[in-house]
């Protein structure tokens, strides 16, 4: 049996598949359920300094999924799939596998959403207000595009692009850094 857990998009849906086992979950709720594991991944990063350990369940309904319940013992998450324990890993690979999922949601959304971003960025472009609400270069494209072909009065002629701003999430300062003797 592998011991690697796959996540990946299938159609409209992000799959987790482990052990021969899978679920799927569409984007919206796939971004949900990452959202909460890492809620609850975070949480266990300040118990760890602290070393506090008990059992917390997340909510069924915060994780939105009727499938997986995810269980935080200690420092150790245990994801539990209809009715029995499907995985058991430590925290920091509960947050990896949460962000893995949240990015392949992000990615399916971004598809789903298409043509509102377009209308949407192409509106902010025709105001003079040349700002991106997306990352990918089609959507910014058809966007122009789109900005172009309807006359807009008082349209201002931009002369930049502004993308969306890239968030770079790291540990606190002080994590990793040793301790001078």
Same mark, same amino acid.
């Given at each position: 049996?592998?011991?690697?857990?796959?996540?990946?998009?299938?159609?409209?849906?992000?799959?987790?598949?482990?052990?021969?086992?899978?679920?799927?979950?569409?984007?919206?709720?796939?971004?949900?359920?990452?959202?909460?594991?890492?809620?609850?991944?975070?949480?266990?990063?300040?118990?760890?300094?602290?070393?506090?350990?008990?059992?917390? %369940?997340?909510? #069924? @309904?915060?994780?939105?999924?009727? *499938?997986?319940?995810? +269980?935080?013992?200690?420092? &150790?998450?245990? !994801? /539990?799939?209809?009715?029995?324990?499907?995985?058991?890993?430590?925290?920091?690979?509960?947050?990896?596998?949460?962000?893995?999922?949240?990015?392949?949601?992000?990615?399916?959304?971004?598809?789903?959403?298409?043509?509102?971003?377009?209308?949407?960025?192409?509106?902010?472009?025709?105001?003079?207000?040349?700002?991106?609400?997306?990352?990918?270069? %089609?959507?910014? #494209? @058809?966007?122009?595009?789109?900005? *172009?072909?309807?006359? +807009?009065?008082?349209?201002? &002629?931009?002369? !930049? /692009?502004?993308?969306?701003?890239?968030?770079?999430?790291?540990?606190?300062?002080?994590?990793?850094?040793?301790?001078?003797?």
């Amino acid at each position: 049996m592998s011991q690697e857990l796959n996540v990946q998009t299938i159609q409209n849906n992000v799959v987790l598949s482990h052990n021969g086992l899978s679920v799927g979950m569409p984007w919206d709720v796939a971004v949900e359920f990452a959202k909460a594991v890492i809620q609850l991944a975070r949480f266990s990063q300040a118990y760890a300094k602290h070393k506090q350990h008990e059992l917390v %369940k997340v909510d #069924k @309904e915060t994780v939105c999924h009727d *499938e997986i319940e995810i +269980f935080r013992t200690g420092l &150790e998450f245990v !994801f /539990v799939l209809r009715g029995r324990e499907w995985i058991r890993c430590p925290w920091t690979a509960a947050l990896k596998i949460a962000m893995a999922v949240k990015e392949q949601g992000c990615k399916l959304e971004e598809v789903a959403l298409h043509e509102r971003s377009i209308e949407d960025s192409a509106m902010l472009m025709r105001t003079g207000l040349p700002v991106g609400l997306t990352h990918n270069k %089609k959507i910014i #494209k @058809e966007a122009w595009k789109a900005a *172009e072909d309807v006359e +807009f009065p008082g349209m201002i &002629e931009p002369t !930049f /692009v502004c993308y969306p701003p890239t968030i770079l999430m790291s540990p606190p300062p002080g994590d990793n850094v040793e301790e001078s003797r």
